[in-house]
């Protein structure tokens, strides 16, 4: 029988873990916060089953007090609030004394992108005698023209490749279909007939980018990848993996697709997180604006 903060704490981990599909890293992350914050209910000597709402507030003025930034403050509250839905949920608590406490207000920075001629440059001069050349490019050129999530990428099993068609499982165990038609299919082909088995040299291995023992690439690798190749294609911006899917979105709504689509193309789960795109897509609004408006036109 469960007796102290500690152990829900666990069982709240193995609950979003595994009921509710997180991600281990989220788990992780939840699991250490509340650690903090059962740690600030002892040294207030609070209970943690009877607090109400006014000692809910006194932890969000305790983080601030601490000097946490308002995202990592917004963390720890969205993590105790979470915990107290579960803690309702399995009848240990009445209500949830976060709710109707409002988070620290996350300022949202604008995504950075490669312009086109950065995008270019990233794929000029490929040398096909260099494996790992055409292997790093390969991946940088998969993450452009399809958005993924560089945790999806290490997944991807060759098996998988159907015609430019693919389905991967995102965050919340979400499943969606993703497009690859506009990857360089020269490319592709050249490193699934040769490179590939090259790397591998003789070892079986079902990912589409596996490390020379067969198994899947890390996503702190292909990360290594990316910040490398860009800085000696001479790219001045830092570049990681999300800067390509953030290029990839930016791209489709400058071409014209609507945002709701985007939205379900990234796997987004509200519209909400794909519109701080739609900031950079101002100036093909204006031209539109410029080029329909009668009055625009004069």
């Known amino acids: 029988m469960k007796t102290n903060i500690e152990d829900y704490i666990l069982s709240f981990k193995e ?6 599909n997180y991600s281990p890293t989220t788990a992780n992350t939840y699991h250490n916060v509340l650690l903090e914050y059962a740690q600030f209910l002892k040294d207030k000597d609070l209970r943690f089953k009877n607090i109400t709402n006014k000692e809910a507030n006194l932890y969000k003025a305790h983080l601030i007090e601490k000097g946490y930034d308002n995202k990592t403050s917004a963390l720890h509250m969205s993590a105790a609030r979470s915990f107290y839905n579960y803690l309702v949920e399995i009848k240990e608590c009445i ?3 976060f709710n109707g406490i409002r988070n620290p207000k996350i300022s949202k920075k604008l995504p950075n992108f490669l312009k086109d001629s950065e995008t270019k440059n990233l794929f000029d001069n490929i040398n096909y005698d260099n494996d790992l050349e055409v292997r790093n490019i390969l ?3 998969m993450l ?3 958005g993924l999530r560089v945790s ?4 991807i099993k060759v098996s998988e490749l159907n015609n430019g068609v693919l389905k991967v499982v995102g965050k919340g165990n979400k499943e969606r279909v993703i497009y690859y038609k506009a990857c360089d299919m020269k490319l592709l082909n050249y490193y699934l007939s040769t490179t590939r088995n090259n790397i591998l040299k003789g070892i079986s291995s079902e990912y589409l980018f596996p490390n020379k023992f067969g198994k899947a690439l890390t996503t702190r690798t ?3 990848i990316v910040k490398k190749y860009t800085e000696q294609k001479n790219i001045k911006s830092k570049v990681t993996p ?3 899917r953030h290029t990839y979105a930016t791209d489709l709504l400058n071409n014209g697709a609507d945002i709701r689509s985007v939205g379900e193309l990234l796997g987004h789960e509200s519209l909400s997180t794909t519109q701080i795109y739609t900031h950079i897509t101002s100036d093909r609004l204006k031209n539109v604006y410029n080029k329909a408006h009668p009055r625009a036109k004069k």
């Open 95 to 97: 209500e949830n004394p």
């Open 152 to 155: 999806e990428l290490c997944k």
């Open 144 to 146: 452009y023209v399809t």
């Open 139 to 141: 991946i940088i050129e």
């Open 222 to 224: 292909i990360e290594n």
């Open 242 to 244: 999300h800067t390509l």
């Open 15 to 20: 609950y979003i873990l595994y009921e509710l």
